[in-house]
C-alpha cells in the first residue's frame, strides 16, 4: 500500500478513535497490512506533525497505544476555548447523562446507558473534562466498572450547596408506575372473580 494512503487510514482512524487511542496490531489488522508497515507509517505521520508549524495536533504512544493529541504549544489557545462562555453550554445528552448520575450516583456507565437507551462514552468524557464529574470508585464483580458521581464543581456550577439542595424528580413518573399497577391489579382480580364464579 501506498504510505501517503497508509498514513491517511491511519489518520482517519486515529480521529475517530478518540482519546481510547489504538494499537498498532488493531491498525494491523484493520487495514491488514503488516506491523511494521504500520509502525513505520506511526513514525513517518508523527514526523510530519512534529515538524509542520501548521498542525496543531501530534501523534502520541501511549501505554501501547496510539492517539492524537494537542501540541503543548497550543495549551494558550485551547484554554481560551474552555474558559469562553459560548463553549460551557452543554448538549442535550451530557445534560440527561449529567441528571442521571447526579439522582443515581454512584453509577456505572452501563447502568446510564442501559437508563438512556443509547452509549453515554462521548458525554462522559465530556462531563469528566468539564470536571462536573468525577471517580468516585469501582463497583463490585467482575470487570469493577468505574462509578462516577458529581464534583464540587458541578455544585457550584448550578449554585448548591449539597446534593440535598437539588430539586426533587416529579412525582408524574410514580403516579404513572402506580396507575399502570392498580390498572393490573384491577384487571388481574376481575380474571380471578370471574375463573372463581
Avoid: C, H
Wanted: proline share 3%; aromatic share 6%; hydrophobic share 40%.
Amino acid at each position: 500500500m501506498n504510505s501517503e494512503i497508509l498514513m491517511s487510514k491511519i489518520e482517519a482512524l486515529l480521529f475517530v478513535i478518540g482519546d481510547e487511542g489504538i494499537s498498532v496490531k488493531q491498525l494491523s489488522q484493520l487495514l491488514d497490512v503488516d506491523s511494521m508497515e504500520i509502525e513505520a507509517a506511526l513514525s513517518e505521520l508523527k514526523t510530519n506533525y512534529e515538524e509542520s508549524n501548521v498542525r496543531g495536533i501530534t501523534l502520541k504512544n501511549l501505554a501501547g497505544t496510539y492517539q492524537l493529541t494537542t501540541k503543548s504549544e497550543m495549551a494558550d489557545t485551547i484554554k481560551k476555548l474552555v474558559e469562553n462562555p459560548t463553549s460551557n453550554v452543554l448538549s442535550t445528552a451530557a445534560l440527561e447523562v449529567l441528571a442521571i448520575i447526579a439522582y443515581k450516583q454512584p453509577i456505572t456507565r452501563v447502568e446510564i446507558e442501559d437508563l438512556r437507551g443509547v452509549k453515554s462514552d462521548r458525554p462522559i468524557q465530556t462531563l469528566v473534562s468539564r470536571a462536573l464529574i468525577q471517580e468516585v470508585g469501582r463497583a463490585e464483580g467482575t470487570g469493577r466498572a468505574i462509578l462516577y458521581g458529581t464534583t464540587k464543581e458541578f455544585l457550584n456550577y448550578f449554585g448548591l450547596e449539597t446534593l440535598k439542595d437539588l430539586p426533587p424528580l416529579p412525582d408524574e413518573m410514580l403516579k404513572d408506575d402506580e396507575q399502570e399497577t392498580d390498572l393490573f391489579m384491577t384487571k388481574f382480580q376481575e380474571t380471578f372473580s370471574k375463573e372463581g364464579k
